[in-house]
């Protein structure tokens, strides 16, 4: 019998070849080739970069599995899927303590301004007014999605002292209550009661554009947002005058509407920091993606190529 075809597009950690190279043919191709090969494979790896359409689906014939190497989905056309029977699934567990760091890392960065300040040293400065900081200890932090990230972070931006509060209309109370966060009941509260607000939506439906001129003027004056999310949940031209304006404190971002976001505003603001969507980029997170959906594929394969367990 043969080996399935597994395509990967752009590469996943090596342990994801280790596990399954006895039994499945490992093609590895840059996104660019995708829709001239997807029309041989039966098993397709992607990352968040590309996107798998309804168009792709449909010159895939023997296509009967995606794996998403990461979290979102969004990028995925999963009803699509679905409806021709291709099963889709990804590794939600495995980036959550990499992005919860990031994200941690950006809101201290904010708070202590530390990318100016490294570029101010390294130009010759030194201290002036403008340098002085802010202390997370006794601010207000509001979570905006309290799943696995945005739990993971509500516990870490405890231990520096601050207030969580949370907004997440699908969980139960006693979800937050265990972790000691409050939960508010509409978004409005939160985002005028948050010195940092963090996000940690899926990007959906609903959540697109969640965060737009309205919602930034609700924000306290000279507070701070992170996104660590999906791009599309802010509007990046009203988060653009939200701080050209001075009305917010800062921002810091990991995700884009287009990344890379080459002709955004926000390039040449000052209180802006930005990161190429590195949320699960670690090593660990990488190797945990590698190993979760490497083992799921190994399972689907058992199931379907039975004979090459036999032969
Ligand atoms: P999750 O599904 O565990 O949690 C999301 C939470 O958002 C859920 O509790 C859900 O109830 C809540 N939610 C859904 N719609 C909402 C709405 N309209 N208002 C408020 N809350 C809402 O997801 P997760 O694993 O914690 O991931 C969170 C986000 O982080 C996702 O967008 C994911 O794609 C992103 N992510 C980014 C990176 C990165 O590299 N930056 C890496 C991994 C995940």
Not at 167 to 180: L, N, S, V
Request: hydrophobic share 45%; no cysteine; aromatic share 6%.
């Amino acid at each position: 019998m043969e080996k399935p075809i597994v395509l990967i597009v752009g590469g996943v950690d090596e342990e994801f070849y280790e596990i399954l190279k006895p039994y499945a043919e490992l093609k590895e191709i840059l996104s660019e080739k995708l829709t001239e090969e997807i029309k041989n494979a039966d098993i397709l790896v992607v990352r968040g970069d590309v996107k798998v359409t309804r168009e792709i689906i449909d010159q895939a014939p023997r296509l009967r599995f995606i794996a998403r190497a990461g979290s979102g989905l969004d990028n995925i056309d999963i009803v699509h899927a679905e409806q021709k029977g291709i099963k889709v699934i990804n590794a939600p567990d495995a980036p959550v303590d990499s992005v919860a760091e990031l994200t941690i890392g950006l809101i201290i960065s904010l708070a202590r301004k530390i990318p100016s300040l490294d570029r101010h040293v390294k130009s010759g400065g030194w201290r002036g007014t403008w340098t002085t900081g802010v202390e997370l200890k006794g601010k207000v932090l509001g979570i905006i999605g309290l799943g696995r990230i945005g739990v993971r972070v509500a516990v870490m931006a405890k231990t520096f002292g601050m207030q969580i509060i949370a907004y997440d209309p699908y969980i139960p109370k006693t979800k937050a209550e265990q972790i000691g966060v409050e939960l508010v009941d509409d978004l409005s509260k939160l985002l005028k009661m948050s010195d940092f607000v963090s996000i940690h939506v899926p990007l959906t439906d609903e959540t697109r554009n969640m965060i737009k001129s309205e919602e930034l003027s609700l924000m306290k004056r000279g507070a701070y947002l992170v996104n660590t999310s999906r791009g599309a949940v802010v509007d990046e031209k009203a988060l653009y005058i939200a701080l050209s304006s001075r009305w917010l404190g800062g921002a810091a971002l990991d995700v884009f509407t287009e990344e890379p976001p080459s002709n955004s505003p926000l390039l040449k603001l000052d209180n802006v920091i930005l990161t190429p969507h590195i949320g699960g980029s670690t090593l660990e997170a990488q190797r945990k993606i590698a190993i979760t959906i490497a083992g799921e594929i190994l399972s689907f394969i058992r199931e379907n190529w039975t004979e090459l367990y036999t032969e």
